[in-house]
């Protein structure tokens, strides 16, 4: 397996966050992470990257726990995604993916031959080395992911974890970024990400992990653990999944106009 969680528990103080969550994800699957806001899902990807200590259970990656390997060990390991953010400064393309290679580079160091290569080849591997001279913050939000997973990819890390990469993207983006994580897992890599929307597990996902009030709720292949009920625990919304010819469609239940007047009128 390239990750596997056993017994995973983390505590704020006294509140507890994620509680004895057990799951793996082997080399070039997809596992979608579902669940509503402040159920641990971030918390999780943050024990991973050994950024929260103090948990109980254990962490591997290709069968290391991850307690015993120091930063820049763990970065050759596993890489992080973040969804698009605005930028402060005025990054080239080029120089937001070598910012990914830094693990390899000496304290007080640049980027050198061998940094540069790995930046052009992800960035070529993402479809966007035309791109690698332009200014970061004027990209689209669809291009700006796809800079960021070059950056991951850079890092030379087979392990990916992704952290809701479509949330601010408009429904092409969406596509477009999501279509590169699906190459991505089919050509090796492992990836996690994080999504509030369960058709994105359908469509693309090779398992799925539903987490509720920190614990899982659900956790195998998207068709058989993906359904009306699970939706409704985790979201509290009543849908239908409706079969095509791409897939299931997951369709949420409409109140018809004259019923939700009707409801509104006895208030």
Avoid at 11 to 17: D, W
């Amino acid at each position: 397996m390239s990750i596997e969680i056993r017994e995973l528990s983390f505590a704020y103080s006294a509140q507890e966050v994620l509680s004895r969550v057990s799951f793996s994800a082997a080399d070039g699957e997809l596992l979608a992470v579902l669940g509503p806001n402040g159920v641990g899902k971030t918390t999780l990807f943050r024990c991973i990257l050994g950024l929260r200590q103090g948990y109980a259970g254990d962490i591997f990656i290709n069968g290391v726990d991850t307690r015993t390997l120091h930063a820049r060990a763990l970065a050759h390991r596993v890489a992080y995604i973040p969804q698009t953010h605005g930028m402060a400064f005025r990054y080239s393309v080029l120089d937001m993916v070598l910012m990914g290679t830094t693990h390899n580079v000496a304290t007080m160091s640049v980027p050198k031959g061998k940094e540069l290569q790995a930046a052009n080849r992800a960035l070529e591997r993402m479809n966007i080395l035309h791109l690698k001279e332009k200014d970061f913050s004027e990209l689209s939000g669809g291009e700006q992911q796809l800079v960021l997973i070059a950056r991951a990819l850079a890092q030379s890390a087979k392990t990916l974890l992704m952290d809701e990469p479509t949330a601010s993207l408009d429904y092409g983006n969406q596509a477009l970024v999501l279509h590169q994580v699906r190459a991505l897992a089919d050509d090796g890599y492992t990836v996690l990400l994080s999504t509030h929307n369960p058709q994105h597990a359908l469509w693309y996902a090779d398992r799925v992990l539903g987490l509720f009030d920190g614990a899982v709720e659900a956790f195998g292949p998207p068709r058989e653990v993906v359904d009306a009920a699970l939706i409704r625990r985790l979201y509290g919304v009543d849908v239908a999944l409706i079969d095509t010819a791409h897939g299931p469609l997951i369709s949420p239940a409409i109140h018809a106009r004259g019923e939700g007047a009707k409801e509104a009128a006895h208030v």
